[in-house]
C-alpha cells in the first residue's frame, strides 16, 4: 500500500512494518508528498487506568511540543476516553515523527516506548482521515453518537491553529472532520436522538434513583460538560441542581445556568444524594465526603479520573466511572448505524481522492491560464473600448472554468479508483504536460478490493 492510501496497524506496532505499508515514498521524490498520521491510545486499546495516567500527565501538552523536522503540523486530541496525536509529515520520514510522538507519551507515563506501542493504534493517510471523521462524528465515542465529541474535536484544532501548529494537511483535514460530523447528525439517526456520554451516564444512573423530581445533584465543574449535565438533568425534572467549583467560577456559572452555587466541597457533598464530576483541576478525595456512611451515587466523567478511587470503598458511596460506564457502553444496542459509517468512508475517500488529484489539477490550471492570459492580452489590444474589454476577458475567464470544470472532476473520479497516473499520462499526451519534475502521485485505489480481486499496489 502506498502514501496515498493507508490503513491501520491496530494492537503492538512495528516501525518497521509502519513504513513498509504506509510510507513507502512516491517514484518521484522531488515532490513533497504529505501524509496524515494518526497515533491513538483510546478504550479500544488501552485500559482506563492507563488512559488516566496518561490524561494526566499530557494535561498541558500542546500540539507545538509535538513538532519537529518531520512532523510540520499537528494536533493533540485528549478527550474522556482518548489521548492522539495527529501530524502532517512527509511520506519518507513518518517513522520517525511516530516513534517520537510514542516515545514522548511513554515517557510521560514513565512506560518504555515498546510497553505503550502495545496499548497504541497508528493510522495513516486515507485510513487516518477516516478515523478523524469517525472520532469527530462520535462514532468512536464510549456512548456511540454523542454530541460533545465535535465540539472536542473542533476546540482542539482551534488551540493547534492558534499556536500556529497547524498546516494546509491539518486545516483541510480538521475542517472536512467537521463537516462529516455535521452531515452524518443531520442524515442518519445519531443526529436525531440527542445523545451524549452524560446522558447515557444518566440513563445508568437511572436504575439506581427512585424519583429524578425529588433527587439533590451536585455537579463539580463548570465546563462544557458541566453545562451538558445540567442541561440533561433538566430534562429528567431535576430541580435541585447545585454546582461547585475550586476556580471561583461558581457563581456567575450558577447565575448563567440558574443552579445553586457552593463554596465548600464538604458541604456541597453533604447536601447532595448524586454528585457529577466533570472537571480536570482537581480530584474528590475521601476527606471530601463528611458522611460516609449516607447512601450516595457518585458519577465520574473525568479523565483523568475526578473521584479518587479509595471514595468507592467508602460505605455509603456507588461510584460510576469511565470503566463501569464503558463495559456497558459497548453492549451491541449502542453500535453504531450502517449509514453513518458509510458517509465517513465515502467522505474520507472523496478527501484523499482531491489530495491525489491536486497536482494533475493544478498544472491543467496552470497551462490553461497561461494560455488565457496571452489571450485576454490579445482581446484588449483589439478592443476599442474599455467596456468592450471587459466583457471579453470576463466571457474568456468564464469558458476557462467550464473547460476545467470536467477534467478537474475526472482526475478526482481517477484518483479514486487508483488510475490518477493514467489520467496524468493523459495530461502528456494530449498538452505536453509532464508531471515529472513535480513527481507522479502515489497511485493507490482508496476502497478496498472486492472478495476474489487482487490487492492494492504492492508494498
Excluded at 496518561?54 to 503540523?73: C, P
Excluded at 511513554?106 to 493517510?125: C, I, K, Q, T
Excluded at 488565457?372 to 484588449?380: H, K, M, Q, S, Y
Amino acid at each position: 500500500m502506498s502514501a496515498g492510501g493507508g490503513d491501520a496497524v491496530t494492537g503492538p506496532f512495528s516501525l518497521t512494518e509502519v513504513r513498509r505499508t504506509f510510507l513507502t515514498p512516491p517514484r518521484r521524490a522531488a515532490y513533497d508528498w504529505r501524509v496524515l498520521i494518526c497515533v491513538s491510545v483510546s478504550h479500544r486499546t488501552a485500559s482506563f487506568d492507563l488512559l488516566d495516567r496518561l490524561s494526566a500527565a499530557t494535561e498541558d501538552l500542546v500540539a507545538t511540543e509535538l513538532l519537529d523536522a518531520d512532523a510540520r503540523g499537528a494536533v493533540m486530541l485528549s478527550t474522556c476516553n482518548r489521548i492522539e496525536a495527529y501530524l502532517d509529515v512527509a511520506s519518507d520520514s513518518g517513522q520517525n515523527a511516530i516513534a517520537a510522538v510514542a516515545g514522548r507519551l511513554a515517557a510521560a507515563v514513565d512506560l518504555p516506548p515498546e510497553a505503550l506501542r502495545e496499548h497504541s493504534e497508528v493510522l495513516s493517510g486515507n485510513a487516518a482521515l477516516q478515523h478523524l471523521f469517525s472520532v469527530a462524528s462520535g462514532l468512536e465515542s464510549l456512548a456511540v453518537g454523542e454530541d460533545e465529541i465535535a465540539g472536542q474535536v473542533r476546540r482542539a484544532y482551534d488551540s493547534a491553529r492558534v499556536s500556529g501548529a497547524t498546516t494546509p494537511v491539518i486545516d483541510r483535514a480538521f475542517q472536512r472532520a467537521s463537516k462529516v460530523s455535521r452531515e452524518v447528525r443531520s442524515a442518519t439517526q445519531l443526529g436525531r436522538q440527542g445523545r451524549s456520554l452524560v446522558q447515557f451516564a444518566l440513563d445508568l444512573a437511572g436504575h439506581r434513583v427512585t424519583d429524578w423530581r425529588a433527587a439533590r445533584v451536585l455537579v463539580v465543574g463548570t465546563g462544557n460538560y458541566a453545562a451538558t449535565a445540567i442541561a440533561s438533568l433538566r430534562g429528567l425534572g431535576v430541580a435541585g441542581i447545585a454546582v461547585y467549583s475550586k476556580t471561583g467560577r461558581a457563581q456567575s456559572f450558577a447565575a448563567k445556568y440558574d443552579v445553586t452555587p457552593h463554596h465548600d466541597l464538604a458541604e456541597a457533598i453533604r447536601a447532595a444524594e448524586i454528585v457529577i464530576t466533570c472537571t480536570r483541576r482537581y480530584t474528590v478525595t475521601a476527606a471530601d465526603v463528611p458522611d460516609p456512611d449516607t447512601r450516595r451515587l457518585v458519577i465520574d466523567l473525568g479523565m483523568p479520573r475526578n473521584v479518587a478511587p479509595e471514595v468507592a470503598q467508602l460505605p455509603g458511596v456507588e461510584l460510576l466511572d469511565l470503566r463501569i460506564i464503558g463495559m456497558h457502553a459497548r453492549l451491541p444496542e449502542l453500535a453504531p448505524e450502517l449509514a453513518a459509517r458509510e458517509i465517513v468512508q465515502t467522505q474520507a475517500e472523496q478527501h484523499a481522492a482531491e489530495q491525489l488529484a491536486a497536482p494533475a489539477i493544478v498544472a491543467l490550471r496552470r497551462h490553461v491560464f497561461d494560455a488565457l492570459d496571452a489571450e485576454i492580452a490579445r482581446a484588449e489590444a483589439r478592443a476599442t473600448t474599455p467596456d468592450e474589454a471587459a466583457a471579453a476577458t470576463e466571457a474568456l475567464r468564464h469558458l476557462a472554468g467550464v473547460l476545467l470544470h470536467v477534467p478537474s472532476e475526472r482526475a478526482r473520479q481517477a484518483a479514486a479508483r487508483g488510475a490518477i497516473e493514467d489520467f496524468e499520462a493523459a495530461l502528456d499526451a494530449v498538452y505536453g504536460i509532464d508531471l515529472a519534475p513535480q513527481g507522479r502521485c502515489p497511485a493507490t485505489p482508496l476502497r478496498a478490493p472486492g472478495p476474489g480481486a487482487e490487492a492494492g499496489a504492492a508494498s
